[in-house]
């Protein structure tokens, strides 16, 4: 697997018609996320779409609930045949478990949603009330969902080095805050360049705004394949 085919890009658009037409545009992209705004607007049909395209999916819902519920939305993502799914690792052990235990023998991935990268240190202490520091709490967050049986994470780079090394080498790190040396950093808190997140770690980078809001999303795109 190259290094290209480890970006995920994400459909952070607001309905079908934008969908296709970054789809058009990225022909070569072939793993997509799909988050809560473009499933909520046109649900399984850009799913459906994706397939049909032979594309891999990652399908952001990030899932937090109670066990019951979390099991339950699990086994409904399976007929989509996504490939990534997330949920919350603060929704606790037994949610995770139960989860889990949805997925069976299915290829879907569950992926734990350790912090949002778009919170801070001063974040997790102020407005959460979290009175760890946040890498430790992120430690926490991904030792508990790996107990739990969950395979990977979502995390930010700046963490993948210390969680590869203690989480091993087959535990799944997926990273968004990563941004190109020349992208702005925009509303994440926590950014790393590809290369720099490939290195500590990193199984999967997800990469949006630089590539899907520049001038030119392909030149972007393929500007981006040249420095990996």
């Known amino acids: 697997m190259s290094l290209s085919d480890r970006i995920i890009v994400p459909l952070d658009v607001p309905d079908l018609k934008a969908a296709f037409d970054l789809l058009d545009q990225l022909p070569e992209v072939g793993f997509w996320k799909v988050g809560l705004e473009l499933f909520i ?3 399984p049909e850009i799913l459906a779409e ?4 032979g594309k891999r999916i990652f399908l952001d819902l990030k899932l937090h ?4 519920t979390m099991a339950g939305g699990v086994r409904s993502a399976q007929a989509y045949d996504v490939d990534f799914l ?3 690792a603060p929704a606790g052990q037994a949610a995770l478990k139960a989860a889990v235990d949805a997925v069976a023998d299915a290829p879907l991935k569950l992926l734990a949603v350790t912090l949002l990268t778009s919170l801070s240190a001063r974040d997790l202490a102020f407005d959460l ?17 790996q107990a739990s049986g969950v395979p990977g994470i ?10 590869r090394q203690i989480c091993g080498p087959d535990f799944l790190l997926v990273c968004p805050g990563v941004r190109p040396p020349w992208a702005t950093a925009g ?3 926590r950014v790393m360049t590809p290369a720099q997140a490939f ?16 001038p030119d999303p392909q030149a972007a795109w393929q500007r981006l394949g040249a420095k990996l």
């Open 199 to 214: 290195q500590a770690g990193a199984s999967y980078l997800v990469i949006g705004r630089p590539i899907t809001q520049a």
């Open 187 to 189: 509303d994440q808190q």
């Open 41 to 43: 607007a046109a649900g």
């Open 50 to 53: 994706l397939k049909r395209r």
């Open 154 to 163: 979502v995390c930010s780079p700046h963490e993948a080095a210390q969680l």
């Open 65 to 68: 609930d109670i066990p019951n």
């Open 129 to 145: 009330h979290v009175s760890l520091e946040l890498p430790d709490y992120v430690l926490k967050m991904a030792l508990l969902a």
């Open 86 to 88: 997330t949920i919350h």
